[in-house]
């Protein structure tokens, strides 16, 4: 039986320590803006824009993953990051009027 080599494990490095970047290598240029671009909410929103944004991110790079067609994806990635924006500016905006109402 011949000896089967073990494909290496693309999420750890060379000490066993997970690789914070795994998630983002090998998409493409357009996948990775559009995975990237709901986390600019960070240093718009603070902790609340960056939870959504989090979620965002996280749920792009999901869809990036997925066997969909490339208009599809594209589409789907999209709306995540309108909906992301359009949901920060909505909980942002009902924070304000609670504190200043």
Do not use: E
Request: net charge positive.
């Amino acid at each position: 039986m011949p000896h089967m080599q073990n494909s290496p494990d693309l999420g750890r490095n060379s000490l066993d320590k997970k690789d914070p970047w795994a998630k983002f290598r090998g998409l493409a240029w357009w996948q990775l803006v559009l995975s990237i671009a709901p986390i600019l909410l960070l240093p718009i929103g603070g902790a609340i824009g960056g939870a959504i944004g989090a979620a965002g991110m996280f749920a792009n790079l999901s869809l990036a993953r997925k066997p969909f067609g490339t208009p599809v994806k594209l589409v789907a990635m999209l709306g995540v990051a309108l909906a992301a924006y359009l949901g920060y500016f909505l909980v942002a905006g009902l924070v304000y009027n609670l504190v200043k109402g």
